[in-house]
């Protein structure tokens, strides 16, 4: 089993659309959380960490859910510039390694 | 700053062939990583360096070799390169306190 599964998507919305993606994960000792924004041809970025409490940067919102296991975006007022692969993150408790989803593409249309 | 520079940025060889990816970062992180993407698969860890001196194996290791020249470089080796290598190629570094990771612009390797 992986430990972090994405939807891949694709997910096409219109400008202004608000779009929610998410991550599971399989290991409960997983520790930290990220999502990672990714262009085409180029490589990852980080778009943020995602907190227990949930977070909020602009338009992005990222939240926890460890009951669940899963990690979730939300991405509202979508501008064409937001077109991208989201990729969530997980990394386990004293590992050095992270561990990367698939991603899930989202492309917003004019 | 160059942050993380990786070399070359695209390559073509034959089967058979060797070559080593170079990666060069000035953000003084001890962690390390090469990783593969292809399409579908996602991100996939090749070997990485917790620290100077030190290299362990990824999830798909086999037909590379790494090799930590200092805190600054960290190369990757093909020996006998084959067409299921044919893949982008990414450096990575992390400072481990802060858990973010910071990629290179990736390699585009072809394997014919």
């Known amino acids: 089993r992986k430990e972090v599964e994405q939807d891949p998507g694709p997910f096409n919305v219109p400008e202004g659309a608000t779009v929610a993606f998410n991550c599971t994960y399989s290991?409960?000792?997983?520790?930290?959380f990220f999502w990672y924004r990714q262009d085409c041809r180029k490589e990852p970025k980080l778009l943020m960490s995602?907190?227990?409490s949930g977070n909020e940067d602009g338009r992005f919102t990222a939240q926890l859910n460890r009951a669940s296991q899963y990690i979730s975006l939300l991405i509202r007022d979508s501008k064409l510039s937001d077109s991208a692969t989201y990729l969530c993150?997980?990394?386990?408790?004293?590992?050095?390694?992270?561990?990367f989803g698939t991603g899930t593409r989202l492309t917003v249309i004019p | 700053n160059a942050g993380v520079t990786q070399t070359p940025k695209f390559q073509v060889l034959k089967t058979g062939q060797s070559m080593t990816l170079q990666c060069a970062q000035d953000?003084?992180?001890?962690?390390m990583y090469w990783y593969r993407q292809d399409p579908g698969m996602g991100l996939r860890l090749i070997y990485y360096?917790?620290?100077?001196?030190?290299?362990d194996k990824g999830e798909v290791p086999n037909g590379y070799n790494v090799s930590r020249l200092n805190k600054r470089e960290f190369s990757l080796r093909l020996e006998s390169a084959a067409p299921s290598q044919t893949s982008v190629y990414f450096c990575?570094?992390?400072?481990?306190?802060?858990?973010?990771?910071?990629f290179g612009p990736g390699t585009r390797l072809t394997v014919l």
């Open positions: 990575a570094t992390r400072e481990f306190s802060y858990n973010e990771q910071f």
């Open positions: 995602v907190y227990s």
């Open positions: 953000m003084n992180h001890n962690s």
């Open positions: 360096s917790a620290s100077e001196g030190t290299t």
């Open positions: 993150v997980v990394i386990l408790t004293g590992a050095n390694n992270l561990f």
């Open positions: 290991n409960s000792a997983s520790q930290s």
